[in-house]
């Protein structure tokens, strides 16, 4: 089986890696001509919207997934035509705007921060005057790791807030006191067969995800797996998804989802039964579905800018690297470790071991 990705980028790379042994094929449609993936298959060079060139891969592959939300609706959609994509259209359309995405969770009963939908200065002002301060603006499309939002803490930082952020649709969202943040993986095969992993414990650091911790026997696991089954279920989805949470009053309130492979889920490639990453591919190929249970403490570290010395993050016990083959470049996702122990107090430790390689920029 061969199968196209959408975006060459280290989630492509590592989908390849895990649907090698599997014996299927890959083929990345990615502009870049440093596509970090190309080393696992084909690479079609071109952009997201090219025509001929997504024919191109629609006539080569046997089906198509993607590997981050980025990617236009309307290219899912026009792929469809011609071969099966999962996720589809729709869970992209919906995933990728911030106030289609929210409205989505309302209309489940899944609790949220309060938000408005913001085209204007004038929305921004009437905005933050009802939901009130602090608040964080937010571009509807195209914002992941911290990028494309500001904190509006006082009445001063929304004067022209709006352009600064580009002067396109936004919105507004209430600042939430949380405790903690948490994501849920989830996997759903063509047949609605669905599977979730542990709870994972999320650490960001100037807007970007630094470490993750699976959780163990967590008291929101079963709310958390309501939540997304919920969302699963109205958008028929196939495939992996991530949804994030803010842990606020014993509760949970929705924050976003990626309808795809994720960043807090490159644990499960050592940590879990079946990775989520050959998960993913199980759901879109039709085949069973891989156990989600850990294999001991897990916990995933990246590298931002740069990928520490290899013989020393090798050197740490239980610490697996990957690295993608990207130039090092400051605020780029390079590389990442993940650990897996027997205990808890050795996987802190470890933890340690590895931050201590972490060279800040």
Known sequence: MKIGVIGGGQLGRMLALAGTPLGMNFAFLDPAPDACAQALGEHIRA??????????????????????????????????????????????????????????????????????????????????????LPAVLKTRTLGYDGKGQKVLRAPADVVDAFAELGSVPCILEGFVPFSGEVSLIA?????????????????????????????TDHPLQALAEDYVGRVLSKLDYVGVLAFEF???????????????????????????????????????????????????????????????????????????????GKAFKVGRKVGHATLRCVDRTTLDDKIAAVQALIVKA
């Open 187 to 215: 996997v759903r095969g063509r047949d609605g067969e669905t599977r979730f992993y542990p709870l994972v414990h999320n650490t960001h650091d100037s807007g970007i995800l630094s470490l993750s911790i699976a959780s």
């Open 246 to 324: 803010f842990e606020v009053d014993g509760g949970l309130k929705a924050n976003e989802i990626a309808p795809r492979v994720h960043n807090s889920g490159h644990w499960t490639i050592e940590g879990a039964e079946c990775s989520q990453f050959e998960n993913h591919l199980r759901a879109v190929a039709g085949l069973p579905l891989g156990s989600t249970a850990k294999l001991g403490e897990s916990a995933m570290l990246n590298f931002i800018g740069e990928v520490p010395a290899v013989d020393k993050v090798v050197a740490i016990d239980d610490c697996h690297l990957h690295h993608y």
């Open 47 to 132: 952009d997201y919207g090219d025509q001929d060139h997504l024919r191109q891969l629609a006539d080569e592959v046997d089906l198509v997934t993607f590997e981050f939300e980025s990617v236009p609706a309307e290219t899912v959609a026009f792929l469809s035509q011609f071969v099966p994509v999962y996720p589809c259209a729709e869970s992209l359309r919906i995933a990728r705007d911030r106030w289609f995405e929210k409205s989505m969770f309302k209309d489940l009963g899944i609790p949220t921060p309060e938000f408005a939908n913001v085209l204007s200065q004038a929305d921004l002002d009437a905005a933050a005057l009802s939901i009130g």
